[in-house]
DNA sequence: TATTGTTATACTCTATAACTATA
DNA sequence: TATAGTTATAGAGTATAACAATA
């Protein structure tokens, strides 16, 4: 069994420690995107927005009215951890939580002025973000990495 | 300021809540990595391992002789997190911290025959995970998936 | 003095159960 | 009974500081 004595030659002249990792796709996009995310953290940073209450923002600006559970289904986050994140946002008056009329337990999302506003200027500094973080890949590249991602969105059923 | 009434029917007819972000490589390759590593957890379970472990593995495999430090910088993660990491793989006898006679203070990780063993099963596990899970594209899709975020990867300075 | 591995710790994220008020 | 929002909590994952041994 194995007590293997270090070897401190054999395989030496392999100077890519991935090598095997980096046939996987999954590998690949995993350490792609974190490069994407770190430069995507100092942007929101700017407006004082996560990731997730960016996302939370912007889809309550584009279809307000919401249930909480509904924007946690979209979000794919828990209800339960939802609650911080609305908080987050009403507190800062970008979001209010509605009464619904006809269902007392609900609350309809709607974003304030200042919350479209703020979505707005956001969403424009992370579109500058994706033109300066994917410069490097051609615009049919880019395109090609959208078309594909979304068919796999789509069509992946594992 | 704003504080919006429900609108109950304006915007409704908007039926992909997503709208704007699905605009966003960034959020199209996050929810698409999330599929990739759903299945991922549940093909490396089967070895007992997280995906960090085996990517550790992997490298030890792949390159012997590393120091913990260096595999840290591999993995990208903090040395004092790795060393969890290593305790776990070698409490299971599939790596082994080999003294370095030059310098005491280094530990050189070296593969057991065990850990040469479960690392080729589960990259071979994880080759059929990948074969499932991207099957829903081409052959071609998928290579230019893999160039298009390799080059990224060499290319993207931000 | 600086570095390697380690420990301790704190902070974030995520997942689950249980509560309340409403239906 | 069931559902929406909430609270509490436990488990990962991650980041920082400080220590002992060694260079």
Redesign the interface.
């Known amino acids: 069994?194995?007590?293997?004595?270090?070897?401190?030659d054999?395989?030496?002249e392999?100077s890519d420690?991935?090598?095997?990792?980096?046939d996987?796709?999954?590998?690949?996009?995993?350490?792609?995107?974190?490069?994407?995310?770190?430069?995507?953290a100092r942007t929101l940073s700017e407006y004082n927005l996560r990731a997730v209450s960016f996302?939370a923002l912007?889809?309550v600006v584009?279809?307000?009215?919401?249930t909480q559970t509904?924007?946690a289904d979209?979000l794919?986050v828990e209800r339960s951890n939802l609650v911080g994140i609305i908080d987050e946002l009403a507190g800062r008056?970008l979001i209010?939580r509605?009464p619904?009329a006809k269902d007392r337990r609900r609350h309809?999302l709607?974003?304030?002025?200042?919350?479209?506003e703020l979505a707005a200027a956001a969403?424009a500094s992370?579109?500058d973000h994706?033109n300066?973080?994917?410069g490097?890949?051609t615009k049919t590249?880019?395109a090609?990495?959208?078309r594909?991602?979304?068919?796999?969105?789509k069509?992946?059923?594992?």
């Open positions: 069994m194995g007590n293997n004595i270090p070897d401190a054999a395989e030496l392999k420690p991935e090598q095997h990792l980096s996987f796709i999954g590998y690949t996009m995993t350490r792609a995107l974190s490069i994407v995310r770190a430069d995507f996302s912007s889809i584009a279809k307000p009215g919401q509904q924007l979209a794919q008056n209010i509605a619904v309809a709607m974003p304030t002025t200042a919350g479209k969403q992370v579109a994706e300066r973080v994917f490097c890949l590249e880019r090609e990495l959208q594909i991602l979304r068919k796999f969105r069509m992946a059923t594992v």
